[in-house]
């Protein structure tokens, strides 16, 4: 059996309401839209040779 993790995220409406008609589009639920993104953009950063440990530090402005 997979091991999966709980991630709890706040999100502004306008982006909740993006995410949820994303995911209307591609036919998948929110979770599973948001594990696609993240899916690709491992795959991207994978192909590019790009390491997390070189990409700045993402900023914390609300």
Do not use: C, Q
């Not at 929110?30 to 790009?50: H, I, P, S």
Request: charge should be neutral; glycine fraction near 4%.
């Amino acid at each position: 059996m997979k091991s999966t993790a709980t991630l709890t995220l706040r999100l502004d409406h306008n982006l909740l309401s993006y995410i949820r008609e994303r995911a209307n589009r591609h036919d998948r639920s929110m979770n599973g839209e948001v594990l696609a993104v993240f899916r690709e953009m491992e795959t991207k950063e994978k192909a590019a040779g790009a390491s997390l440990a070189t990409e700045p530090a993402a900023s914390h402005a609300e």
